[in-house]
């Protein structure tokens, strides 16, 4: 006879499926349906997070008094499991941090290079400028809008490309394991690579500023 469901509860590391596709039967009629004679897990619940210390060191003094020495059992609880995983995302974001400075710079240094080249390239186009009354200021923001826009288009396809990753790994997910995208760290991503675009390419555009207009003209 059915006395009674589950409450719908928040999911945590798994146990959530105690709730969702399990049922609470008599120890005596385990043992009668299933053959053991013994129980894979128990659970306990705490008072309150103050109390899980004590309650998990007097659930191991039970275990304890009711079992041989030798027997083979583990005691824990979610507080050591969550600061593990604090522990283990902690480096893991170091590690990633560490990863996306050493992305940055090689792209700024990249987009640097290009804007360098592109300055050599354009050097008459420069001159002519100047020559008809483009002032130097105005040269100095078209080459870093330039540089702006070129770290900001690649930010746009990284974000994509993984916006697209994350869809195609929820669809292997369980339903209750959720792979938020935030929009502020979209926001931050591309303001960052617009940043040092801007920054990487204020070098070549100072330097195309400042060619003389004389000698502009006369690069060959």
Excluded: W
């Excluded at 210390?53 to 979610?78: G, I, K």
């Excluded at 050097?123 to 070129?150: P, Y």
């Amino acid at each position: 006879t059915v006395i009674g469901v589950f409450r719908e509860r928040v999911s945590t590391f798994g146990a959530s499926e105690v709730q969702r596709e399990s049922v609470l039967v008599p120890f005596h009629l385990m043992r009668y349906v299933t053959g053991r004679e013994y129980i894979k897990v128990l659970y306990a619940q705490a008072s309150s997070a103050e109390a899980v210390a004590s309650v998990t060191r007097d659930f191991a003094d039970v275990l304890r008094s009711r079992h041989r020495r030798d027997a083979r059992y583990q005691v824990e609880n979610l507080t050591g499991l969550l600061a593990a995983a604090q522990k283990i995302s902690a480096v893991l974001t170091l590690t990633l941090l560490a990863v996306a400075f050493i992305a940055l710079l090689v792209s700024g240094i990249g987009i640097m290079n290009v804007m360098l080249v592109s300055v050599t390239e354009r050097t008459r186009e420069i001159g002519v400028r100047k020559v008809v009354g483009a002032r130097r200021l105005t040269i100095l923001a078209q080459f870093l809008i330039e540089a702006g826009v070129i770290s900001g288009l690649g930010a746009l396809g990284g974000v994509s490309l993984a916006v697209s990753a994350i869809i195609l790994i929820r669809s292997f997910l369980p339903a209750d394991v959720s792979l938020p995208i935030s929009s502020l760290s979209i926001l931050v991503a591309i303001a960052a690579s617009a940043s040092v675009g801007l920054v990487a390419g204020y070098l070549p555009a100072r330097r195309a500023a400042n060619l003389p207009p004389v000698d502009a003209l006369r690069y060959e």
